[in-house]
C-alpha cells in the first residue's frame, strides 16, 4: 500500500500515542499531549502529521508553527521541546513525511522549518551541532551504587547537602514551584513562562508529569518539575531562590530523583539539553554524565543562515543584561507574551 500523510485528529490520538510507545526512536516529546498543552496555552497553531499504510500508522511528525513578531516564523519539530523530528518505520513513510512538512512549510509562508534531531539523519539540510548537547545515562536498580558512581567532588557537595535538614517532597500542585521557577528565570535573564503553562503539562501527562520540591524548615528552596517516559525520568524545568546554591538544594534534589529511579528498579536519567561551554553544562558533568551533541536540522526558506535564538548569541546579551535589571513583578508580567515566541 502508498503511505498517505494525515493530520492529527482527536480520535487519532491513541494510534499517535500506541506508535510513539513501540518506536524505539520515539521520545517523550513526541507524545500527543503536547499539541493540546501547546494549542490551549500559546495559541500556536499544531499540525501534528501521521504517516499511514491503510489504517496502520507508520510514521509521526509533530510539528509546531511558532509565529513571532521578534523572532519571525517557523515551523518546529518540536518547539518547547529539546528532541523532536520525525519517527517512521520505514524510509518511504519517513520521505512522504519531510514532503508533508516541506509543502505545509510553504504553504504557511515560514522563514525555516526546524527538527530538533537527537541523531544525524543524512539530510542534506544545514545543521547546527555545536551548540546544545543533552546528557542521559542509565542507572542500576541499586541506590547504594548510584551515589557510588557520582564523582568524588560532586559527592561531597550532596553530603553536605544531606547534612543540612532539608527534605524532597512531591507535589501535585504547580504553584509554589511556579514562584521559584519564575524567579530563576529572571536571574538568568530570561522572560517567563506563563504559570498555567505547567497546569497544562499537569492535565496533559498525569502521573507523568512530577513535582519535587526541597524544603527547608517548610520553605521552599529549589523544585524541578519531571517527566516520565518508559523507563527515564527527564527533569525539564527547575527553580531554586538565591540561597538555594549555598544550600546545595539542587544537589538533593537530582539526588533525590536518582534515588527514586533506581529504588523503582533503574531506568534512564536524562539529564536535559544545555548549551555547550556553559555553567549547566559542566554541573551536569560533574554528575558522571556524559554530553552527546544534539543535531538541529534547518529547511531554509526565506532566510539564507541558520537560526541563532538562543542566549548565547551575542545581539541578546544586552537585552538579557536589561531584563535581569527589571523589577521582578513587571518581568512576570510581560514575560509570557515574549516567551511564546522562543520555543
Known amino acids: ?11 487519532r490520538f491513541s494510534a499517535w500515542d500506541a506508535f510513539v510507545a513501540s518506536a524505539p526512536e520515539a521520545t517523550f516529546f513526541h507524545v500527543s499531549g503536547w499539541k493540546p498543552a501547546i494549542e490551549s496555552v500559546f495559541r500556536h497553531r499544531c499540525p501534528y502529521l501521521m504517516a499511514v499504510r491503510g489504517t496502520h500508522p507508520t510514521g509521526i511528525l509533530p510539528l509546531v508553527h511558532l509565529k513571532s513578531r521578534l523572532f519571525g516564523s517557523a515551523l518546529i519539530s518540536t518547539a518547547f521541546c529539546v528532541y523532536g523530528g520525525p519517527v517512521a518505520v520505514d524510509a518511504d513513510s519517513k520521505a512522504a ?17 526546524e527538527y530538533r534531531s537527537q541523531h544525524r539523519s543524512g539530510r542534506d ?29 560532586r559527592r561531597a557537595e550532596l553530603r553536605k547537602a544531606l547534612s543540612l535538614g532539608m527534605d524532597a517532597i512531591q507535589e501535585a500542585d504547580t504553584d509554589r514551584f511556579y514562584r521559584l521557577y519564575a524567579r530563576n528565570m529572571h536571574r538568568h535573564g ?19 508529569c512530577d513535582c519535587t520540591l526541597i524544603v527547608r524548615q517548610g520553605t521552599p528552596v529549589s523544585g524541578v ?53 556553559t555553567g549547566a553544562f559542566a554541573y551536569k558533568r560533574s554528575w558522571g554524565f556524559e554530553p552527546a551533541a544534539l543535531h538541529y536540522e534547518y529547511q531554509l526558506l526565506r532566510r539564507s543562515e541558520v537560526p541563532q535564538v538562543n542566549p548565547l548569541n551575542p545581539k541578546y546579551r544586552l537585552l538579557i543584561g536589561l531584563w535581569k535589571r527589571l523589577p521582578f513583578a513587571l518581568a512576570n508580567l510581560i514575560g509570557p507574551p515574549i516567551a511564546r515566541g522562543l520555543g
Open 125 to 153: 539540510w544545514p545543521s547546527e551541532s555545536t551548540l546544545y548537547a543533552t546528557f542521559r545515562k542509565r542507572l542500576p536498580d541499586n541506590p547504594d551504587a548510584v551515589f557510588a558512581a557520582i564523582p568524588r567532588k
Open 190 to 208: 530570561t522572560p517567563v513562562l506563563p504559570r498555567r503553562w505547567f497546569r497544562a503539562l499537569k492535565r496533559s501527562f498525569g502521573p507523568g
Open 1 to 11: 500500500m502508498s503511505v498517505r500523510v494525515l493530520p492529527l485528529e482527536e480520535d
Open 97 to 113: 513525511l519531510d514532503d508533508a512538512a516541506r509543502g505545509l512549510a510553504r504553504e504557511l509562508g515560514v522563514d525555516y522549518l
Open 225 to 277: 518539575l519531571s517527566f516520565r517516559f518508559r523507563d527515564t525520568v527527564l527533569p525539564y524545568y527547575a527553580g531554586a531562590t538565591d540561597e538555594a546554591r549555598t544550600l546545595r538544594a539542587n544537589d538533593l534534589m537530582y539526588w533525590d530523583l536518582m534515588r527514586r529511579i533506581a529504588g523503582q528498579g533503574g531506568g534512564e536519567f536524562d539529564f536535559g539539553r544545555s548549551k555547550t561551554g
